[in-house]
Nanobody, 121 residues
């Protein structure tokens, strides 16, 4: 089975930086769209950033200029570099990856378990 392992979350002060990573394991033929979502207490889960197989990127307005999504296909990993973190960035961050694996005929979406990011003022 395909599995996603997230890392890099933690507690930081406003203005500091974190880098999240999401490593995909299993028999992988192709990684399609990869992205990061977040869910803050009392709010709906929202898309933070996404990157396509052609490296086209999209960001939610609140993180533009501060966050950068990237992917390393050789390592089957997607990253989210988060700079100038603010308290409103506090949330659980989830990795989402569309994967063509050796187990199924067509690509499927997979989710990471979530990693907590807490930003203090």
């Amino acid at each position: 089975q395909v599995q996603l392992v997230e890392s890099g979350g933690g507690l930081v002060q406003a203005g500091e930086s974190l880098r999240l990573s999401c490593a995909v394991s299993g028999i992988i033929f192709r990684l399609n769209v990869m992205g990061w979502y977040r869910q803050a207490p009392g709010k709906q889960r929202e898309l933070v950033a996404a990157i396509t197989s052609t490296s086209s990127t999209n960001y939610t307005d609140s993180v533009k200029g501060r966050f950068t999504i990237s992917r390393d296909n050789a390592k089957n990993t997607v990253y989210l570099q988060m700079n100038s973190l603010q308290p409103e960035d506090t949330a659980v961050y989830y990795c989402n990856v569309n994967v063509k694996s050796g187990s199924f005929f067509r690509p499927r979406d997979y989710w990471g378990q979530g990693t907590q990011v807490t930003v203090s003022s």
